[in-house]
């Protein structure tokens, strides 16, 4: 069974993300956990929220109202394992990119691309 062409690019948008997001934590550019992540908010640090798909969905009300407040980009992407594999750690509801560079990049695999 063959996937179809739109499924491919959401797969590799996704692999894409992720392997960023790998790499801003390799690079110590990523705060990752609820509480670090808010901090990393309020402080304005922040330049860009990921949180997990299959996140509850207090954390997701409570970091998109807070994302919206503070005027900080945020996704809802992957799960919380994947998150957290990409990151080197169990699993991750949340984290935050720190680096506008690697938060623009993310965003940017993310975008559809027209058909």
């Known amino acids: 069974m063959r996937n179809s062409p739109g499924s491919s690019r959401r797969l590799n948008r996704q692999n894409k993300m992720m392997s960023l997001i790998g790499l801003a934590t390799r690079a110590g550019k990523t705060a990752s956990g609820e509480f670090s992540t808010e901090k990393s908010v309020k402080s304005g640090q922040a330049k860009l929220v990921v949180i997990a798909s299959d996140a509850s969905d207090n954390t997701k009300k409570k970091f998109s109202n807070m994302c919206t407040y503070y005027q900080v980009p945020f996704l809802i992407a992957g799960d919380k394992v994947s998150l957290g594999h990409c990151m080197?750690?169990?699993?991750?509801?949340?984290?935050?990119?720190?680096?506008?560079?690697?938060?623009?990049?993310?965003?940017?695999?993310?975008?559809?691309?027209?058909n």
């Open 88 to 114: 080197g750690k169990e699993y991750r509801a949340s984290l935050a990119v720190s680096d506008e560079n690697f938060a623009n990049a993310i965003l940017k695999a993310t975008k559809d691309s027209p």
